[in-house]
């Protein structure tokens, strides 16, 4: 599975602001943003371009364009939001498939109880986002959503990603793409990551 843990300096500074738990709701939110398009700058690294002829000041001219259908972006309820207008700013065309999932009480499984994907997944690149890869339970219930919906391509960008969680996602969907700022430590016993961030859903809304 490739997985990458963002080595721009950019990153591992905007990352390490992240940890302090004195930030305010608008600057976890800021960050959280600003993390969002330098990561989605990374994962897009590989999009497809075809080169067309346009006009140009002096005559025709040979540019590359994006092939293909548009991306579209997963954000996955709540948290996801919080990264969405960063990447956004990177991709303002991109279509938007939103998902939430949650937890059933009996099988501790996550469900989805929204679902609203794009059409023609199939042929686009899928970039899921989602601010802590913990458990994996989440991202895993989703990518199955995804590849049932017909996508092929399903890359994912994180604040933070826990090695349980890396270690279960490969376990079943070795073909997903990681990309995230940071690899954290390991999960305590309430499936929080150590050092993590705390709550990221709470700090991007303010719900603490
Ligand atoms: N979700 C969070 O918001 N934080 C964690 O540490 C784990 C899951």
Same mark, same amino acid.
């Given at each position: 599975?490739?997985?990458?843990?963002? #080595?721009?300096?950019?990153?591992?500074?905007?990352?390490?602001?992240? +940890?302090?738990? &004195?930030?305010?709701?608008?600057?976890? #939110?800021?960050?959280?943003?600003?993390?969002?398009?330098?990561?989605a700058y990374e994962a897009t690294a590989d999009l497809p371009t075809e080169t067309v %002829?346009?006009?140009?000041?002096?005559?025709?001219?040979?540019? *590359? #364009?994006?092939?293909?259908?548009?991306? %579209?972006l997963v954000p996955i309820l709540r948290a996801g939001l919080g990264m969405l207008t960063?990447?956004?700013?990177?991709?303002?065309?991109?279509?938007?498939?939103?998902?939430?999932?949650?937890?059933? *009480?009996?099988?501790?499984?996550?469900?989805?109880?929204?679902? +609203?994907? %794009?059409?023609?997944?199939? *042929?686009?690149?899928?970039?899921?986002?989602?601010?802590?890869?913990?458990?994996?339970?989440?991202?895993?219930?989703?990518?199955?959503?995804?590849k049932r919906a017909g996508a092929k391509r399903i890359k994912g960008i994180f604040l933070?990603?826990?090695? &349980?969680?890396?270690?279960?996602?490969?376990?079943?969907?070795?073909?997903?793409?990681?990309?995230?700022?940071?690899?954290? &430590? #390991?999960?305590?016993?309430?499936?929080?990551?150590?050092?993590?961030?705390?709550?990221?859903?709470?700090?991007?809304?303010? %719900?603490?």
């Amino acid at each position: 599975m490739k997985i990458v843990e963002a #080595r721009h300096p950019l990153v591992r500074h905007k990352i390490g602001l992240l +940890r302090n738990p &004195e930030l305010s709701t608008r600057e976890f #939110r800021e960050l959280t943003n600003e993390i969002g398009t330098l990561l989605a700058y990374e994962a897009t690294a590989d999009l497809p371009t075809e080169t067309v %002829t346009v006009p140009g000041w002096a005559g025709p001219v040979a540019v *590359e #364009r994006l092939a293909g259908a548009k991306i %579209t972006l997963v954000p996955i309820l709540r948290a996801g939001l919080g990264m969405l207008t960063g990447v956004l700013d990177l991709l303002p065309s991109a279509r938007v498939s939103v998902v939430g999932l949650q937890r059933d *009480e009996e099988t501790l499984q996550p469900v989805p109880y929204f679902e +609203r994907l %794009t059409g023609r997944l199939e *042929e686009r690149d899928t970039l899921i986002l989602d601010p802590m890869l913990a458990t994996g339970g989440t991202l895993i219930a989703t990518i199955d959503m995804l590849k049932r919906a017909g996508a092929k391509r399903i890359k994912g960008i994180f604040l933070v990603a826990a090695p &349980e969680g890396l270690k279960a996602l490969e376990a079943v969907h070795p073909d997903v793409e990681i990309f995230t700022a940071a690899i954290d &430590e #390991r999960l305590n016993e309430k499936g929080y990551i150590l050092p993590g961030l705390g709550d990221a859903g709470d700090r991007i809304f303010g %719900t603490r």
